[in-house]
């Protein structure tokens, strides 16, 4: 962790954004992101700090335009709900074909509730120029899943994030997001919830690579 700090503060001073995903001893870096005016960012059942995992994220694709030329562009709708897919499947990994695809279908429906289609001019906010829509939280997804009586225990298994223990994950993204120097504290998360907040942290970074 010593030799990880030395290198991600180097970088830092180079201007080059970082980002540090901490499974354990995540207090470690706790001091040298205060020191830089990085973001210390703990993911846990107990915590304030929340990032949505149903949030979509702007993607700049100037850079590819540029040297592929105009490329058909996928749905990010659609990217978006395979990440979920993944991400529930580590939550409920006896998940059967068939509530795969009610809880396909209840991810299509949640984020029409939010006028949000696989035509990508549909996540933009017409009053924040450039900007996207709100997004759906997970209580959006569990008040769509328990409409449907073959959704039942994917709904039960859901309700813990949105009326129980680990509620705090059912927020809109609440932590700066762009800091140069950002740690994703997981080291409080146990079991199937650790490798959960991990695909988050994960999906976040990656997003985060794909915007330029």
């Not at 990217?79 to 509530?99: A, G, H, Q, T, Y």
Request: net charge negative; proline share 3%; charged share 20%.
């Amino acid at each position: 962790s010593f030799t990880m700090q030395i290198l991600a503060m180097r970088l830092r001073l180079k201007q080059v954004q970082v980002f540090i995903i901490a499974p354990i001893k995540g207090h470690e870096f706790a001091r040298s992101a205060q020191a830089v005016g990085g973001q210390f960012i703990r993911i846990s059942s107990g915590s304030p700090h929340c990032i949505n995992a149903m949030e979509i994220r702007p993607m700049d694709n100037t850079a590819n335009e540029l040297m592929d030329g105009d490329m058909e562009q996928q749905s990010y709708l659609s990217m978006k709900i395979d990440s979920l897919l993944i991400f529930f499947s580590i939550l409920m990994p006896e998940m059967s074909n068939v509530e795969e695809q009610i809880l396909d279908e209840a991810l299509r429906r949640t984020y029409a509730d939010f006028g949000i289609t696989g035509d990508n001019t549909s996540l933009y906010d017409t009053a924040h120029p450039g900007g996207f829509k709100q997004m759906p939280r997970l209580e959006d997804l569990y008040n769509r899943l328990v409409e449907n009586p073959k959704a039942e225990r994917l709904a039960t298994i859901l309700n813990r994030f949105v009326h129980g223990s680990a509620k705090t994950f059912n927020q809109q993204t609440n932590v700066d997001l762009d800091n140069l120097y950002t740690v994703i504290d997981l080291s409080y998360l146990k079991g199937k919830m650790l490798s959960a907040g991990m695909f988050l942290a994960l999906d976040f970074v990656w997003d985060k690579a794909r915007q330029n």
